[in-house]
């Protein structure tokens, strides 16, 4: 049995009580438009044949550049903070549990209006040598000011899993999130 998955870039999160974590996804299709723009390695179809699933951190993010030459357009920390904002916008998102994909295009979207957001909202520190502790506060100082930011397509009535996103193109076959659901009710069972 085939399962559907998505063939454009998505973010794959998996949600519990406010706490996140969130993956990068470039499917096959994707890789081979990337590899014809020599922007990337041919040698990672041979390596991940069924598409790349970067976690959302910059230790990630480097090592895959190191090794293929290439690097999301997104930055993982601004990934982060538009998904705290979109997830901090919906409805009793503290107690949310669950999974799902988002479009890159409207993560992209996300991205543009946090980093905006923070610039005006939050003072950038300068360019010269940061201490560790400096930076971790200005993290800290921006989650806290994102948790309440209203993200413009977000209806805050809604939780996450109700949002409408644009649609993702999916290969033929079962549907991924009923596939995986199934399974998971099955193994509860025995």
């Given at each position: ?10 973010v794959y ?145 809604l939780t ?9 193109d999916t ?20």
């Open positions: 049995m085939k399962i559907s998955l998505p063939s454009e870039p998505v999160y998996e949600c519990s009580y406010g706490d996140f974590r969130l993956t990068y996804h470039i499917p096959p299709e994707q890789l081979q438009r990337i590899i014809a723009r020599n922007n990337i390695s041919p040698k990672v179809l041979e390596d991940f044949p069924d598409g790349i699933d970067l976690n959302c951190t910059e230790s990630n993010f480097a090592e895959f550049q190191k090794g293929y030459g290439y690097r999301p357009p997104l930055a993982p920390d601004s990934i982060h903070r538009a998904f705290l904002a979109l997830l901090s916008s919906t409805r009793d998102w503290k107690n949310f549990r669950g999974t799902g994909f988002i479009p890159v295009k409207d993560i992209e979207r996300f991205v543009e209006a946090t980093e905006a957001f923070l610039e005006q909202n939050l003072p950038m520190p300068e360019q010269s040598k940061q201490k560790r502790d400096r930076r971790a506060r200005q993290e800290t100082m921006a989650f806290s000011l994102l948790e309440p930011m209203a993200l413009e397509g977000i209806d805050s009535n996450l899993k109700d949002q409408r996103f644009s649609p993702i290969q033929a076959g079962e549907n991924s999130a009923e596939f995986f659901s199934r399974l998971l009710r099955s193994r509860g069972k025995r």
